[in-house]
């Protein structure tokens, strides 16, 4: 059982919808991230939250709106996607300024219609 | 620029025999090195781990070397087994806590 959890494991919507992706964890720790991965790419870091201030966002398009309310909630919210927006995101968390893994969620497998 | 990279797309060892696994990376500031396991429909799992400081960590069957001349890690299991037949990942971090994965290297063990 994972320690990340995140919601709906599936989604599709259309190009003008807005909907929102939720991931919670429950690992004590205080660094929270977005992933894209997308066929035959390498997982692609789309924001990082260290003790919830945003620190990384990549130049990921703005129609990605990350959200981080407290350390162990994450939220993407997503509006005027695109279908090559289509592809599994990812939720993991970490502890920040030590040498130890990220724990990944199983994704929302999001595609864009 | 990918600064991560997995060159064999996919590997395939008989039962009992040892896979290696490699990754190659470029940037001389990463200080912690894994390597994730996943399967279809799941988020990758962490197998194991090596901090730049050291060049050999082992936990069971599972072994990662780090050569940082080369900048080159592998991962060695031994002896497969056909549950360890999945898509390997690679990845390294650096100090400002960011996480740099390669694009995979499927493994399929043979009964």
């Known amino acids: 059982e994972t320690g990340v959890t995140q919601t709906p494991r599936h989604l599709v919507m259309g190009m003008t919808n807005k909907k929102s992706l939720k991931c919670e964890q429950h690992l004590g720790h205080n660094a929270m991230y977005w992933y894209k991965q997308s066929a035959k790419k390498p997982l692609e870091l789309m924001f990082v939250?260290?003790?919830?201030?945003?620190?990384e966002n990549n130049s990921v398009p703005s129609r990605f709106s990350p959200e981080c309310p407290n350390s162990s909630h994450l939220f993407l919210h997503l509006h005027t996607l695109q279908p090559e927006d289509s592809a599994l995101y990812l939720c993991?968390?970490?502890?920040?300024?030590?040498?130890?893994?990220?724990?990944f969620g199983n994704g929302t497998r999001l595609t864009v219609t | 620029d990918q600064q991560v990279k997995q060159n064999s797309p996919s590997l395939s060892v008989q039962e009992g025999r040892i896979s290696i696994l490699n990754c190659d990376y470029t940037?001389?500031?990463?200080?912690?090195f894994l390597w994730y396991k996943k399967y279809p429909a799941e988020g990758p799992t962490f197998l194991i781990s090596i901090s730049s400081i050291k060049d050999k960590n082992e936990d069971g069957r599972f072994t990662v070397f780090l050569n940082k001349s080369a900048k080159h890690l592998s991962l060695h299991i031994v002896p497969s087994q056909p549950g360890d037949s999945a898509v390997y990942f690679c990845a390294a971090k650096n100090t400002g806590n960011q996480f740099y994965f390669g694009t995979g290297t499927s493994l399929t063990v043979i009964p």
């Open positions: 993991a968390s970490s502890q920040a300024l030590t040498n130890s893994p990220l724990h």
């Open positions: 940037n001389s500031m990463f200080d912690y």
């Open positions: 939250y260290n003790f919830k201030e945003q620190t």
